[in-house]
């Protein structure tokens, strides 16, 4: 037993502010800083891409608001684990939950810790192992601490990278060097957003707008979840929606096409682009701290989904103890074990592409999980109701059946494999927590 629990008194909790930096750092990360030079390779004209970023806010924000809706029903942690658990069937959350347990979080941490290191690598010419994974050590450190003391890390790092977001775009609109990119429709625009090349850029536009349901990993760690995290939800999507599209053009604006494509590191070539080389060093490792928020972000959200297994079964129950900070620690550090292995491996691409089409499919089912509830239990209370309804879960959905089907296409060989590790979820269901009482009382 925790001290906050024999004293009667409740552990700390975080509020909007901190809700709303979780959405931001979750969603700002590899996306962002890394995918606008494969975009030019097939979409080489302002217009489009800028097109191809507001769009992806759209359908974020549509997904938005239907999570906003469900977790506003059910405003506990846990994420998709937890949602599909009451909007479907416990096996169907767990499955979910599973994913998300194994690599669905510690890969994209992995990933941003590998871009944080290739940056600060590129930079002083020693291996990104240096700096990846002392970062996820002291990450985990403070994420052991006190829900206080990870609040003001995880907003102070989250405003920082807003702020150098906003920076980075007004020095390159102002000192810039212009370039010869048109942010209006132009003749052969209309060509390229109907290509197959803005199709596929689409599909990784999407993934940098992954995390926009961030908040609902931890909301019995949020005052008033039913209110605070929708609204945490709308405000963090459209604000990132905004950073999108104005850092992008800043890119275009002041950064040669030819020089941006097919560069991973596009961040750290605008930087050099409009600041010269010293400056555009000096960027490059304001650009990796930035991502610091990312992985703590997904450091905080991660683990709540394993406690939150632990919390509903019996068996499982050592993943949902604390510390004496209220932290679940053992989740934390778990997840970081996984995260430094797979840096260390660099196996964490492949894990990504694994998991992809069936995160889609456990955001997918959440969404519809909105319309079902609607349907079969018109009287729950919902303190939030989804803007735009029917609308916006429509359109969320017909957007995340071609995803679906792209992500199914063109890795169907990392789509099997990812079944296979659904399929072991299916097994550890079976044989340890079927017909277990939950603790509402309900088997499983």
């Known amino acids: 037993m925790t001290t906050s629990e024999s004293s009667g008194v ?47 806010g759209v359908v974020s924000f549509c997904g938005a608001v239907c999570y906003a809706e469900i977790a506003s029903v059910f405003p506990k942690s846990g994420g998709e684990y937890h949602l599909l658990s009451k909007a479907w069937h416990p096996f169907i959350g767990f499955l979910a939950g599973w994913l998300s347990v194994t690599v669905g979080f510690a890969a994209p941490v992995a990933a941003n810790a590998v871009l944080l290191g290739g940056y600060m690598g590129s930079i002083t010419g020693v291996s990104h192992l240096w700096f990846g994974i002392p970062v996820v050590v002291l990450v985990t450190l403070v994420h052991l601490g006190k829900l206080s003391s990870i609040g003001i890390f995880q907003s102070g790092f989250t405003y920082a990278k807003v702020a150098l977001i906003l920076v980075l775009g007004g020095l390159a609109f102002s000192i810039g060097t212009a370039q010869p990119v048109s942010f209006l429709p132009k003749a052969g625009d209309g060509g390229l957003i109907a290509s197959g090349s803005f199709a596929i850029s689409f ?108 919390r509903d079964h019996s ?33 964490f691409e492949q894990l990504i592409n694994y998991v992809q089409a069936l995160l889609t499919i456990s955001s997918l089912m959440v969404v519809a999980g909105v319309v079902f509830l609607r349907v079969r239990r018109p009287g729950l209370p919902r303190p939030y109701r989804a803007w735009g309804y029917p609308f916006t879960p429509l359109v969320f959905g017909a957007v995340s059946l071609y995803v679906l089907w792209f992500q199914i296409q063109q890795k169907t060989t990392e789509f099997l494999f990812g079944l296979g590790t659904l399929a072991i979820g299916v097994v550890v269901y079976l044989v340890f927590v079927r017909g277990e009482p939950t603790a509402s009382g309900s088997e499983s």
């Open 315 to 347: 068996r499982f129950q050592v993943l949902a103890r604390v510390n004496r900070n209220g932290v679940p620690g053992l989740a934390v550090v778990l997840q970081s074990i996984i995260v430094i292995a797979l840096v260390a491996s660099a196996t």
């Open 203 to 310: 599909v990784y536009v999407l993934y940098a707008y992954t995390g926009w349901n961030a908040a609902t990993y931890m909301m019995d760690e949020v005052r008033q979840p039913e209110r605070t995290v929708p609204v945490a939800l709308l405000v963090g999507t459209a604000i990132v929606t905004l950073l999108y599209v104005f850092i992008n053009a800043a890119f275009l604006y002041a950064t040669p096409i030819e020089k941006m494509a097919g560069q991973a590191e596009v961040g750290l070539v605008a930087a050099d682009a409009i600041l010269g080389p010293k400056g555009g060093m000096v960027m490059g490792i304001l650009i990796s701290f930035g991502l610091v928020s990312t992985i703590s972000s997904m450091t905080w959200a991660g683990p709540r989904v394993t406690a939150a297994i632990g």
């Open 10 to 56: 409740g552990p700390a909790k975080v509020g909007l502010a901190t809700a709303i930096a979780i959405v931001v750092a979750n969603m700002v990360g590899t996306g962002v800083f890394g995918s606008l030079g494969y975009q030019v390779l097939g979409i080489p004209s302002g217009f489009p891409i800028l097109v191809l970023w507001l769009l992806g």
